[in-house]
């Protein structure tokens, strides 16, 4: 397998399919642009994400609960929001590939380029100093001040131009950095142009009395509309937590990078209300939890980075990105920001209604300020997949592909194997099976050669397969052989469940946080 990026993602995404974790929509009738299916495996696997992700943010918090609110909301809610005039992306087109891409992903790729610049700068002076200091370097090293005054000087020009909403500056300056088309190579391009985002459908038997509402392109909302309900219902106190999973809507202009943006996603979100005045220390609570998170799944600290917004929405006040190092490059992963009290006050405005919180302490009332950690579910699945994905040499000469998923998370937790299909070792199996199966998801293979059913194993991620030989039958053992050692051992029956419980339950990650 090769571990050129380009290539690994092409494996990626025909292991997906191969193994039944994600096909495309519709494919008999020649699929439809980024939206898939997720298989009988993908979906396991994303439950056991969506589970993790529940159990830590709402279940180990008691101050956090969870709702599931409707996907249709009335429409005057996104126009409260600011998503029915303001929801939109900045669009450009090559002449020449006849490509499109979002002008504000095409500069921040270019400012990225100039950061790993620098880091290779300091990297090098790294490795010919001792007691290197990395601080020291930046702020004196002549090259690096020249990289980061440029960088600050595109930021600067770009944050007005987006504040300003003007998208002949924005062309201006993809133009004066000289960005190229990746697939043209050219610098051929149309102006700059918006578009919103959200799809929109009708509600009513007739047409001529329908309304326009709109599938939701964000799960945040439905939680906002509810705080009120949650808060006197819950007894809830400040500082609180609501937190929600759900599929989103988006009408991606430019949709591509497999499962990394699509139409049709599934978003996981919490909203933290807290008193104004203290939503920066929470917003730095929330940054270095959630990447305590993400490290805990063991994919390697390297694979993450902070990256803070170049420009921040209109309703935020703070806001960074935890960024994932995809095939394709660090891209965002998981969003956090402080968003003031924006959402509650334009509810507070558009319906009339008081949304605030009575404070005991402080014996009065306040809108309350809100910190915000929102991940995609999608994202996630591909960033563990791609990070799990490998090809290993064996002795011999030979090679396994490797899915090397966290335990917890895989979508079997053991296979069961008897020997041979004769001799009363399928029945024996098959009790095992029946004892297990209640609390974790197993799968049993009788065809082919145990080796053969290894590699199967090993493909889709299985941590476990536990072999019924004849030996079994005398004295109640079974061997389990380990995915990623493939250490074998020989353990009683009767020892099996407390073997998986303590490695592959969900408890045994949330334990590390």
């Known amino acids: 397998m090769s571990q050129k990026p380009e290539d690994l993602f092409k494996n990626v995404i025909s292991h997906s399919k191969e193994y039944g974790f994600i096909f495309p929509s519709s494919e008999i009738y020649d699929g439809l642009s980024a939206v898939y299916d997720y298989g009988q495996l993908g979906a396991e696997l994303k439950k056991n994400i969506r589970d993790y992700w529940w159990k830590s943010m709402v279940q180990l918090h008691e101050n956090i609960v969870g709702i599931d609110a409707s996907i249709f909301m009335h429409p005057t809610t996104w126009k409260a929001s600011g998503h029915v005039d303001a929801f939109n992306d900045p669009l450009i087109d090559n002449k020449d590939s006849k490509k499109r891409y979002r002008a504000d992903v095409l500069i921040e790729e270019h400012v990225s380029k100039i950061e790993d610049k620098i880091n290779k700068e300091v990297e090098k002076a790294a490795k010919r100093f001792e007691n290197f200091d990395a601080v020291m370097f930046r702020r004196t090293n002549a090259r690096v001040k020249e990289y980061d005054e440029k960088i600050q000087s595109i930021t600067t020009r770009f944050k007005k131009a987006l504040n300003d909403n003007n998208l002949e500056e924005i062309k201006q300056i993809i133009v004066d950095l000289e960005i190229v088309c990746p697939i043209s190579g050219s610098r051929n391009w149309t102006d700059v142009r918006q578009f919103n985002l959200m799809f929109s459908t009708s509600m009513g038997s007739v047409s001529e009395e329908a309304n326009t509402i709109y599938l939701r392109p964000e799960t945040a909302q439905g939680i906002f509309v509810n705080y009120l309900n949650v808060q006197k219902t819950g007894r809830m106190k400040i500082p609180f937590g609501i937190a929600q999973t759900g599929k989103a809507f988006r009408n991606e202009i430019v949709a591509r990078q497999f499962i990394f943006r699509m139409r049709e996603f599934e978003q996981m979100e919490m909203q933290f209300f807290v008193k104004p005045g203290t939503e920066m220390e929470w917003y730095e609570y ?88 929102s991940v995609g579910l999608d994202r996630l699945f591909l960033s563990i997949l791609s990070s799990s994905l490998k090809e290993e040499q064996l002795e011999g000469g030979d090679t396994r592909t490797l899915l090397s998923l966290p335990p917890a998370l895989a979508p079997y937790k053991a296979a069961i194997f008897p020997l041979v299909k004769k001799d009363g070792l399928p029945e024996f199996a098959e009790r095992i099976m029946t004892t297990l199966k209640f609390d974790h998801q197993m799968a049993y293979d009788e065809k082919d050669t145990v080796g053969k059913r290894y590699r199967r194993q090993d493909a889709i991620g299985t941590p476990f397969c536990i072999t019924v030989d004849h030996q079994s039958l005398e004295d109640q053992t079974v061997t389990v052989r380990n995915r990623d050692t493939m250490v074998q051992e020989r353990l009683p029956v009767d020892a099996l469940a407390n073997f998986l419980n303590e490695r592959v339950s969900l408890k045994s990650l949330l334990l590390t946080l």
């Open 286 to 373: 929330w940054k270095k939890a959630r990447l305590n998170w993400h490290l805990s799944l063991g994919l390697g600290k390297e694979k993450y980075r902070f990256h803070d917004h170049l420009k921040l929405a209109h309703y935020a006040n703070a806001a960074c990105d935890i960024e994932h190092d995809f095939p394709f490059g660090f891209k965002e992963l998981e969003g956090i920001h402080s968003r003031t009290d924006f959402d509650l006050k334009q509810h507070e405005t558009f319906s009339g209604k008081k949304l605030q919180y009575f404070d005991p302490e402080l014996n009065q009332n306040y809108v309350p300020y809100v910190v915000e950690t």
